[in-house]
T-cell receptor
Framework: AQSVTQLGSHVSVSEGALVLLRCNYSSSVPPYLFWYVQYPNQGLQLLLKYTSAATLVKGINGFEAEFKKSETSFHLTKPSAHMSDAAEYFCAVSFREYGNKLVFGAGTILRVKS | DTEVTQTPKHLVMGMTNKKSLKCEQHMGHRAMYWYKQKAKKPPELMFVYSYEKLSINESVPSRFSPECPNSSLLNLHLHALQPEDSALYLC??????????????FGPGTRLTVT
């Protein structure tokens, strides 16, 4: 069955350090991939998406993600963390055969230390 | 404008009450969704409307009743809820129904507490 796994329920980085949030999917066919961010008591905001146009995808707020088919991964990175990046991040996938049904990973809470 | 609005922001209701959640978008999107999100969990899909027709019901109990009066509006009618239904209810929309490539835009959610 198709699924998505986020490694690490909590990630802590220092302000200015590299942010790396991991996402792996399970599927024989490359899916569409999305990263969303959720601040406390708010809805989800789209950071970026992969839809097969380019393997390196740039998003909002300085985030980017690279699609690696051989590793079935879509990890999210940001070169320099800012205090305002502290939030929960969800990787999500959708598959052509299931239409627009999103499958979410369990989420990773990012903490940024000053 | 990439905004999805939801009302009310907070709702407290008793188990015998009837209430409704409302969602609105003016992006011309033709697919709209209801999700339920419990604390420290990802959103769980409840319903999908595509071109104003219910296309997906994820085996949601009948005490939740969705309605799509037109392409911009989505309602969720609530009746005889249980305390375990307390959660953040999120509405989302996307450009085209049943197309996996289109991203979903989420509203801020309604925080529901059932007493």
């Amino acid at each position: 069955a198709q699924s998505v796994t986020q490694l690490g329920s909590h990630v802590s980085v220092s302000e200015g350090a590299l942010v790396l949030l991991r996402c792996n999917y399970s599927s024989s066919v490359p899916p569409y991939l999305f990263w969303y961010v959720q601040y406390p008591n708010q809805g989800l905001q789209l950071l970026l998406k992969y839809t097969s146009a380019a393997t390196l995808v740039k998003g909002i707020n300085g985030f980017e993600a690279e699609f690696k088919k051989s590793e079935t991964s879509f990890h999210l990175t940001k070169p320099s963390a800012h205090m305002s990046d502290a939030a929960e991040y969800f990787c999500a996938v959708s598959f052509r055969e299931y239409g627009n049904k999103l499958v979410f990973g369990a989420g990773t809470i990012l903490r940024v230390k000053s | 404008d990439t905004e999805v609005t939801q009302t009310p922001k907070h709702l407290v209701m008793g188990m015998t009450n009837k209430k409704s959640l409302k969602c609105e978008q003016h992006m011309g999107h033709r697919a709209m969704y209801w999700y339920k999100q419990k604390a420290k969990k990802p959103p769980e899909l409840m319903f999908v409307y595509s071109y104003e027709k219910l296309s997906i019901n994820e085996s949601v109990p009948s005490r939740f009743s969705p309605e799509c009066p037109n392409s911009s509006l989505l309602n969720l009618h609530l009746h005889a809820l249980q305390p375990e239904d307390s959660a953040l209810y999120l509405c989302a929309s996307s450009r085209q129904g049943l197309a996996a490539a289109y991203e979903q835009y989420f509203g801020p959610g309604t925080r529901l507490t059932v007493t």
